[in-house]
């Protein structure tokens, strides 16, 4: 079993559309957790940290559930800047050491 | 801002060629990371360190050595570049269990 799962995608939406993301990891002493977002052929930058009572910055919404072992990311009124691929990222320790990547789910937003 | 650059952003060898890849960070990050990223893939890990003249191996360490006498400073190297080591190289720095920045990768290709 991979140690960190997301949905195989891509995923084509008209703007203005709400989706969401699913990410499983296996190591349950996991500490951190991050989504990052991958423009073609560029690097992966962080969109958003992850906490434990949930967080939203602005359009997007990350949730964790430990006990499920399980992230999500809402993207509500979805723009056409929104077309990358989305990383779920891992932390299994912290010392920031053991950083474990998700194969991404690419979105693609149409007109 | 965290600042992470690459000493090149195409790169084209013949098989058999030692490869320097240098990364070099201005934000005093104590962990330095070395990928590579392939399509279907994902991110995978080859080397990380934690400090100066330490390092240790990360998923796919074969083939490849790397170099931190500076703390800003991580090199990886190909002693002799094969063509399945072509591939997108990116470096990324972080500190503790905080979020990784990444440089803007460096694309190898091995003839």
């Known amino acids: 079993r991979k140690e960190v799962e997301q949905d195989p995608g891509p995923f084509n939406v008209p703007e203005g559309a709400t989706v969401a993301f699913n990410c499983t990891y296996s190591?349950?002493?996991?500490?951190?957790f991050f989504w990052y977002r991958q423009d073609c052929r560029k690097e992966p930058k962080l969109l958003m940290s992850?906490?434990?009572s949930g967080n939203e910055d602005g359009r997007f919404t990350a949730q964790l559930n430990r006990a499920s072992q399980y992230i999500s990311l809402l993207i509500r009124d979805s723009k056409l800047s929104d077309s990358a691929t989305y990383l779920c990222?891992?932390?299994?320790?912290?010392?920031?050491?053991?950083?474990?990547f998700g194969p991404g789910t690419r979105l693609s937003v149409l007109p | 801002d965290v600042k992470v650059t690459q000493s090149s952003r195409y790169l084209v060898k013949r098989t058999g060629e030692k490869v320097f890849l240098e990364c070099v960070q201005d934000?005093?990050?104590?962990?330095m990371f070395w990928y590579r990223q392939d399509p279907g893939l994902g991110l995978r890990l080859i080397y990380f360190?934690?400090?100066?003249?330490?390092?240790e191996k990360g998923d796919i360490p074969e083939g490849y050595s790397v170099s931190r006498e500076k703390k800003e400073r991580f090199s990886l190297i190909l002693e002799s570049a094969s063509t399945n080591q072509t591939s997108m190289y990116l470096c990324?720095?972080?500190?503790?269990?905080?979020?990784?920045?990444f440089g803007p990768g460096t694309r190898l290709t091995v003839l």
């Open positions: 990324a720095t972080s500190e503790g269990s905080n979020e990784q920045f």
């Open positions: 190591n349950s002493a996991s500490q951190s």
């Open positions: 992850v906490y434990s």
């Open positions: 990222v891992v932390n299994l320790n912290n010392y920031g050491q053991n950083f474990v």
């Open positions: 934000m005093d990050h104590e962990n």
């Open positions: 360190s934690y400090d100066v003249k330490m390092k």
